[in-house]
């Protein structure tokens, strides 16, 4: 069955209520009661910060799910995702969730958070599958306020409730031990031309750049040999810097990592010496 995944629209936003009433009806069947309260209109849910995306089975036809993202301070989370139970069992969902996880990266979101029922098939184990994980909620105002309500609607009386994150950056994860080894073994793959002359350098692996973006994948931070004169006779060493969670956040595999790591390598040692690009090209180093 096609998914059809768009912005909810005014009138979208009128069905919002009536399409999560009737999801939490099969919580019926599980606890022997609904959740015990009415969904909140879909205007309401238009009016706080974030978005809802709604799915429909045709294009521009009526909406038969929706999904509610929330936004604060830079916090990303999931909301609701409800879809209607004589729509459910054909993608609606997953296409849902995959849309919100791309709307939240392009809004600059590194990662999507949520709160749901661990042992309920369609809640923990569903979301398990598309990528999130349970973790520790933070000591945040915004959960703690999640947590409260939840406590009052009596959700945690009716199974363990967990919190859960998803990275939406893309590319691939690596612990800071195994990213400093691979640096360390791609660094010794260098040419010996290149790596001879380093005097007083010193390589160095920090997670992200103090303005913590994730564009800045290496920086040089010292002069260059070209520009020392008598300097390096005690003075404190020059530094490469070599980001870990922007390489990884560009790489889909390690192929990829260690293809990044040396060129981001080859291009902070040329600042070292002096060399711009053309120059790293006549030489053969890039």
Avoid: C
Wanted: aromatic share 6%.
């Amino acid at each position: 069955m096609a998914s059809f995944v768009r912005t909810a629209t005014d009138a979208d936003l009128a069905e919002l209520a009536r399409i999560e009433d009737k999801a939490d009806a099969l919580f019926t069947e599980r606890f022997g009661s609904a959740l015990g309260h009415g969904a909140p209109p879909g205007a309401a849910r238009a009016a706080e910060r974030g978005y809802v995306l709604v799915v429909s089975e045709a294009e521009h036809g009526p909406a038969v799910g929706f999904v509610h993202v929330l936004e604060e301070d830079g916090i990303a989370h999931l909301e609701q995702l409800s879809v209607l139970p004589a729509h459910a069992r054909r993608g609606h969902g997953r296409e849902l969730l995959e849309a919100a996880l791309d709307e939240a990266a392009e809004r600059g979101h590194t990662s999507v958070t949520l709160r749901t029922f661990a042992e309920v098939p369609w809640n923990a184990p569903f979301y398990a599958s598309a990528g999130f994980v349970e973790t520790d909620p933070p000591d945040d105002p915004f959960y703690r306020a999640l947590a409260a309500a939840e406590h009052r609607l009596g959700l945690d009386e009716l199974g363990r409730r967990v919190h859960m994150t998803i990275d939406v950056r893309g590319g691939m994860t690596m612990d800071a031990e195994a990213f400093e080894n691979l640096v360390a073994d791609e660094l010794d793959r260098l040419p010996d031309e290149m790596v001879d002359g380093l005097e007083n350098l010193v390589f160095v692996v920090e997670d992200r750049p103090e303005d913590g973006s994730l564009d800045l994948l290496g920086l040089y931070d010292g002069l260059a040999v070209t520009e020392r004169g008598n300097y390096g006779m005690g003075e404190l060493p020059d530094r490469i810097i070599v980001y870990r969670e922007p390489h990884l956040a560009q790489s889909a595999d390690e192929r990829e990592l260690r293809d990044e790591v040396h060129t981001t390598l080859v291009h902070e040692i040329a600042h070292y010496y002096g060399i711009d690009d053309q120059q790293l090209h006549e030489l053969g180093w890039a």
